[in-house]
C-alpha cells in the first residue's frame, strides 16, 4: 500500500470520526482538531513527549475499550476475553523480542502503575515469599490475623536506595511526597557537585551502608548514559534487587543505540518503562522481567492493578511492531545524534548546561546565567511557539516549584524530521527568547520567581522562524482535517 494511499485513508478516517463526535458532543470535536493544529505550530521539545502513529492513535478507538478483562492470558476473571489474550500476548511477544527479554508484561496502565507493580512485584519475590515459607504457608490467606500484621510491618520496612529527584531521578524513585517514599525506608544518591555526572564509586559506599532491599537506577533529567552492569554489580554486592526504569530511555534501548553495559534489560532484575515518550507509542507503561520475577509481575492484577486497558494493549503491540523495524534503529540513532547538535547549539552560544553535554535524548539547561527561573523560562518560550518543561537542576536554589533548569528532549522534533541544522537553529531561537526575557517584580516590589517580561517583538519572531522549520517537516503529512 502506496504512503499516498495510506494518508488518504488516514484523512478520512479521523474526518468521519470527528463528525461522528461532534454529533454528540461538538466542543470535544473542536478542541480536538484545536490540539492537532497547536501541536502542528509549535517547536515541541518536552523530552517525555512525542508523536504516535497514526496506526497508534486509530487502535486506541476500538471497542476493546469496552472489554473488562482483569487476569493474565489465559487466566481471566472475566469471561469472553479471547481477543484480549491475543491483544495481550502479542504485546507481550513484541516487547520480549524488541529487547531481548524473559518476560513482559504489557497491562501497565501509566509509568507510574509500571513502578508499583515492580516494587510490589519484588516485595512478593523478596518479602512474602520466604516469610510464608518460613510459616510453611501457601499464601497470604493462611495467616492468622496476628501472622497478617508481622508480614505487613515486615513489607512495610523495607529499604529503598534510587537517584535524587534534583539529581535528574523521578518521583517515584523514592521521592518523599510520592508513595514510593511512603511505602519504602529510603535514601537517594545524587550526582558529583562538580561535574553533575555519576560516581558509581559513591553509589557503591552509599549502597553498603544503607543495604536496600531495591536498587532503582534510571532517570527522567540525567542528560548522560548509566552503566546498569555497574549498578548490577552495586547491587548484588550488597544483596539488593537491581530495578531499571527506562520510561525516558526505552526508545534509545529498542533502536540500539544503548548497547551493552548501557543496555537495562540483560542486567536488571526488573525493568519498568512507558511506552509512549521515545517509545513513540500510546499512553502507557510496561514491566519486563527475569523468569525468577516472573511470577510476581504476573500477579499486577489484582495487586496493584484493576481491570487492563485493552484498547491500549493493542496500541502497544502496533508501537512494539513498528519500534521492530530497521527504520526505529534509524530514528532512535538520529534523536541521540540531535541532542548532541542541540547541546552543541547551546554551549556555542554560551549556555550552561548540566552536565555540559548529553549523551542521550535530552538536555537540561541552566537557565540561573540569565538571571531567569525555570517557571520564567518555560512561560516565555511557551509565548514564543517553544514548548519545555522547567526543572530542577541539582542543588536548585528554587526549588522543585519554580526550579533552575529547563529540560528539553529531542524525540518529538526527531520524529517531524527535524536535523542537526534545524536543532542548532532551534538552540539560536531559545537562546535569544531567554536573552530577552526579564524577571518580572511581586506587588511588593520585590523580585519575582514566576512572571518575567518577553521583549517586544521576540515571540513573533521566533514564531515566524519556527514556522519556516515546521512548514519544512510537517506533522503527520496528508492527514487534512479540513
Not at 77 to 87: E, H, I, P
Not at 336 to 345: C, P, T, W
Request: charged share 20%; glycine share 10%.
Amino acid at each position: 500500500m502506496s504512503d499516498a494511499h495510506i494518508s488518504a485513508l488516514t484523512s478520512s478516517a479521523y474526518q468521519q470520526a470527528l463528525e461522528v463526535i461532534a454529533s454528540v458532543e461538538p466542543r470535544i470535536a473542536e478542541a480536538t482538531r484545536k490540539e492537532l493544529a497547536d501541536q502542528r505550530g509549535s517547536l515541541k521539545l518536552i523530552a517525555s513527549e512525542n508523536y504516535a502513529s497514526p496506526a497508534v492513535l486509530l487502535t486506541m478507538g476500538t471497542w476493546f475499550s469496552d472489554k473488562y478483562a482483569e487476569g493474565t492470558v489465559g487466566h481471566r476473571f472475566y469471561a469472553g476475553c479471547q481477543n484480549v489474550d491475543t491483544v495481550e500476548a502479542l504485546a507481550a511477544e513484541h516487547a520480549r523480542e524488541l529487547f531481548g527479554a524473559e518476560y513482559a508484561y504489557a497491562q501497565p496502565h501509566s509509568g507510574i502503575d509500571a513502578n508499583l507493580v515492580a516494587f510490589w512485584s519484588i516485595l512478593a519475590h523478596r518479602v512474602e515469599g520466604p516469610w510464608l515459607e518460613r510459616l510453611e504457608k501457601k499464601n497470604v490467606n493462611d495467616l492468622t490475623d496476628e501472622g497478617w500484621e508481622e508480614l505487613r510491618h515486615e513489607l512495610g520496612n523495607q529499604r529503598l536506595l534510587g537517584m535524587s529527584l534534583d539529581s535528574g531521578g523521578h518521583l517515584t524513585h523514592g521521592f518523599r511526597p510520592n508513595i514510593s517514599g511512603k511505602m519504602f525506608h529510603q535514601q537517594q544518591y545524587g550526582t558529583d557537585p562538580e561535574t553533575g555526572l555519576l560516581d558509581y564509586d559513591v553509589v557503591r559506599a552509599k549502597a553498603k551502608e544503607f543495604k536496600p532491599l531495591v536498587l532503582v537506577a534510571g532517570y527522567s533529567a540525567y542528560p548522560r548514559r548509566v552503566n546498569f552492569a555497574k549498578m548490577r554489580e552495586i547491587a548484588d554486592e550488597v544483596g539488593a534487587t537491581l530495578m531499571v526504569d527506562m520510561a525516558h530511555f526505552a526508545g534509545l534501548v529498542a533502536g540500539k543505540v544503548f548497547v551493552g553495559d548501557e543496555d537495562p534489560v540483560p542486567h536488571a532484575h526488573v525493568v519498568t518503562t512507558t511506552t509512549h515518550k521515545s517509545l513513540r507509542g500510546p499512553r502507557g507503561g510496561m514491566v519486563l522481567a527475569t523468569e525468577e520475577y516472573a511470577p510476581s509481575v504476573d500477579r499486577g492484577c489484582p495487586m496493584v492493578l484493576g481491570g487492563p486497558l485493552s484498547h491500549v494493549m493493542a496500541a502497544k503491540a502496533v508501537a512494539l511492531a513498528e519500534a521492530r523495524q530497521p527504520a526505529f534503529q534509524t530514528y532512535a540513532q538520529q534523536v541521540a545524534d540531535n541532542a548532541k547538535s542541540l547541546a552543541e547549539g547551546f554551549l556555542s552560544r554560551g549556555a550552561d548546561l548540566v552536565t555540559g553535554g548529553t549523551d542521550n535524548h535530552l538536555v537540561l539547561l541552566d537557565v540561573s546565567a540569565f538571571g531567569l527561573t525555570g517557571r520564567q523560562a518555560e512561560s516565555a518560550l511557551l509565548d514564543a511557539g517553544v514548548v519545555t518543561n522547567r526543572n530542577s537542576v541539582p542543588n536548585d536554589r528554587n526549588g522543585a516549584w519554580y526550579t533552575s533548569g529547563i529540560r528539553l528532549g529531542t524525540p518529538a522534533l526527531t520524529t517531524r524530521g527535524f536535523g542537526h541544522d534545524e536543532f542548532d537553529n532551534v538552540a539560536e531561537l531559545i537562546v535569544h527568547v531567554l536573552q530577552n526575557t526579564q524577571p518580572g517584580t511581586t506587588k511588593a516590589g520585590g523580585p519575582s520567581k514566576a512572571s518575567y517580561e518577553l521583549g517586544e517583538g521576540v515571540a513573533d519572531k521566533v514564531k515566524d522562524a519556527s514556522a519556516e522549520m515546521l512548514d519544512k517537516h510537517p506533522l503527520y503529512p496528508g492527514l487534512d482535517l479540513a
